[in-house]
């Protein structure tokens, strides 16, 4: 049973136009959300996060917002660059201190 | 300073066979988590130690323990291994324990069970 996941397994922008990369979850207790960026033979790195008392916040070019009532949150990335290329993960933070990972999506931004 | 490192980078093994990885955190990183990486599944929780006792346990099979050393190094041991082990297996060390302090991710060592 997958309580965070991302539906979009890829997604390819243009570059300078906006990606927006999506998470659902599915438990009310996750209080503390994080996505994470991975490229290929590293290991992921931390990009943002955001506290289920928040409904934004914002780094540079990157924003999460979340929607708690559709247990929602999504990442923009606006203007996109190609070194943004990656798989993020989603994750949330379970009250037993878990750390719950999406399935991850693959963008691609292209010239 | 130095980033979390993994070793082996790359393993194979056959299967039955059982297999050893280890993680070497940021120093004065006391807790230290265990993640599979197989395609379709994202990254999926084992277990996290924190200052040498498994504090967090995922849902994987008894094949799969780990332990933590005084100086917070860690192994991941996965015994009589079968051909859906074969993944990329992540550590990750943070400060304190999880959900208090950022996770830092090594490189990997990616297991292929054949």
């Known amino acids: 049973d997958q309580q965070v996941k991302q539906n979009s397994p890829s997604l390819s922008v243009q570059e300078g136009r906006i990606s927006i990369l999506n998470c659902d979850y599915t438990n009310s207790m996750f209080d503390y959300f994080l996505w994470y960026k991975k490229y290929p033979a590293e290991g992921p790195t931390f990009l943002i996060s955001i506290s289920s008392i928040k409904d934004k916040n914002e780094d540079g070019r990157f924003t999460v917002f979340l929607n708690k009532s559709a247990k929602h949150l999504s990442l923009h990335i606006v203007p996109s660059q190609p070194g943004d290329s990656a798989v993020y993960f989603c994750a949330a933070l379970a009250p037993s201190d878990k750390l719950i990972f999406g399935t991850g999506t693959r963008l691609q931004v292209f010239p | 300073k130095a980033g979390v490192t993994q070793t082996p980078r790359y393993l194979i093994k056959t299967r039955g066979q059982q297999v050893t990885l280890s993680c070497s955190p940021i120093?004065?990183?006391?807790?230290v988590s265990w993640y599979q990486q197989t395609p379709g599944q994202g990254l999926q929780f084992l277990f996290e130690?924190?200052?040498?006792?498994?504090?967090n346990k995922g849902n994987f099979p008894g094949r799969f323990s780990g332990r933590q050393f005084s100086n917070s190094r860690s192994e991941m041991n996965v015994s009589t291994l079968e051909l859906g082990d074969s993944a990329l297996y992540l550590c990750a060390s943070s400060l304190d324990r999880t959900g208090v302090s950022e996770q830092f991710f090594g490189p990997g060592t990616r297991l292929t069970v054949l």
């Open positions: 120093s004065g990183h006391r807790s």
């Open positions: 130690y924190f200052s040498e006792t498994q504090r």
